[in-house]
Each structure stands twice: as structure tokens, then as C-alpha cells.
């Protein structure tokens, strides 16, 4: 059925444009609700997620941290037993050499 205007032009086009306008608007009125909750979904999952992996990497260099941190403790704590050890040889050696010295007999003088 086409109805002419008065320029001679078809009214099915018009009728066409507002039938599509209208069904449009029902579509976005129909599917908008689901397509925020679908993009609110996603954004929470989204969060969770990089949270978690946040999360996970803290505890991974808190870890690693850790771990570099005990073994300079102990590194450092082998080092200065050795010192020791050196420190109480040297006072032994020390120790023996003055004794040495007390037992020689000097030269004797006139």
C-alpha cells in the first residue's frame, strides 16, 4: 500500500522509520536491564579477580623477601661466628706467646 504525499513522496518510508524507532526503543528498553547487570557482573568479576591476582603477587614477594632475609641472617650470622672463632685463636695465640715470653730467661746484664 503506498500513499503519496504531497511532493509526491512515499509514506511507507516514514511509516518504516517510525516502525524501526519504535521497535528499537522497545529492544533497548527490553535489553538494557540485562545488559547492565551482565556489564555490573562483569565488572565485579573483573574485580575479584584482579584483587586476587594482587593479592597473590603481595604474597609471592613478601615471600621472596622473606626468604632473602633469612638467608642474609644467615650468611651473616656464619660470618661473624667465624670472626669470632678468628678473634678467640688470635687472643690464644696471644695468650701462649705471653706466656712464652715469661718463661724465657732474658739475656743478663752486668
Do not use: W
Not at 50 to 55: E, K
Not at 63 to 90: E, F, M, N, S
Amino acid at each position: 500500500m503506498h500513499i503519496r504525499t504531497e511532493n509526491g513522496g512515499s509514506s511507507s518510508f516514514l511509516i518504516g522509520l517510525m516502525t524501526g524507532g519504535v521497535i528499537g526503543a522497545a529492544l533497548a528498553i527490553a535489553f538494557a536491564p540485562r545488559l547492565a547487570a551482565e556489564l555490573g557482573e562483569r565488572v565485579r568479576t573483573s574485580t575479584t579477580d584482579l584483587t586476587y591476582a594482587a593479592s597473590q603477587r603481595y604474597r609471592d614477594v613478601s615471600t621472596r623477601i622473606a626468604d632473602a632475609v633469612d638467608g642474609a641472617t644467615t650468611k651473616g650470622q656464619a660470618v661473624r661466628d667465624d670472626v669470632a672463632d678468628a678473634v678467640g685463636r688470635g687472643a690464644r695465640e696471644v695468650e701462649q706467646f705471653a706466656m712464652a715470653a715469661k718463661t724465657v730467661p732474658g739475656p743478663k746484664r752486668s
